[in-house]
């Protein structure tokens, strides 16, 4: 990743069904785990007809902090609506998942659309709505709160200015408008990594504001292991609550439509 432009990695399925997802790998805002959060995870939802962006986002590893990643990810989401029509995709069905870091990122996306456009500030004209019209958070960093951040996404992500407004500002679980995406969020309660607390404040903040929302909680299983068919899959099967969940919030957003 050092010294790396923002990428996007389009696959469209052949049975595609007109719903767009940006995926945003973790990696504690230091470098990303692109192929079993990014690729593996493209792989899964491109079999259930969801066009995939896996976007590789700027990290600190290439000397990036913010707003470079809320500045990547809100590009993506711009240009993703921007090509709807040459995508084959509806401007009106695109989400974004993501992973770990990638987790707080995705819930930047959703929290701060309406009141933190990074694009206007660099002069570009956005015409589209930066508000993904839901948003997965798998393992997420949600705090920047001393006792319960993971401290090396926290540094990655502020850099030396590391602020007691700057915290409170990047803690997500204190940042959820009543305009927040429908949300889906996984985590184990041993996870080593992120403490499970971060996603219990969300979850919480989420409920707080009627935000529609799914906590899927797991006493094992860890962190970091992205939709690989791995233990955790063949275990728990989370998959396919996933899949329940989107199609779930399809056949909202189609009846909304009709």
Request: aromatic share 8%; charged share 25%.
């Amino acid at each position: 990743m050092k010294n790396c432009d923002s990428v996007m990695f389009m696959s469209r399925p052949e049975n595609a069904n007109g719903a767009a997802l940006i995926i945003c790998p973790g990696g504690s805002y230091h470098h990303l785990g692109m192929y079993n959060e990014g690729h593996c995870t493209a792989k899964r939802f491109n079999a259930l007809g969801v066009t995939t962006f896996v976007l590789r986002y700027r990290v600190a590893q290439g000397g990036s902090h913010h707003p470079a990643q809320l500045e990547d990810i809100q590009r993506a989401i711009q240009l993703v609506r921007e090509n709807a029509r040459d995508y084959g995709i509806d401007p009106g069905r695109v989400g974004a998942i993501g992973f770990s870091a990638g987790g707080h990122l995705v819930t930047m996306a959703g929290a701060f659309a309406e009141s933190g456009n990074e694009l206007a500030k660099l002069g570009i004209d956005v015409r589209v709505s930066l508000r993904p019209d839901f948003v997965m958070a798998i393992y997420p960093v949600v705090s920047m709160r001393d006792d319960i951040a993971n401290k090396w996404s926290r540094k990655s992500l502020l850099g030396k200015n590391m602020s007691e407004e700057r915290k409170e500002r990047f803690s997500m679980e204190k940042q959820i408008p009543s305009t927040m995406p429908p949300t889906y969020i996984l985590a184990c309660r041993d996870d080593p990594v992120v403490k499970f607390e971060n996603s219990r404040l969300l979850y919480a903040a989420l409920k707080a504001k009627n935000i529609p929302c799914r906590f899927a909680q797991y006493e094992t299983g860890g962190h970091g292991f992205g939709m690989l068919d791995g233990a955790f899959m063949k275990k728990t099967h989370w998959n396919e609550d996933i899949e329940a969940w989107l199609k779930d919030r399809m056949a909202s957003f189609e009846s909304i439509s009709q």
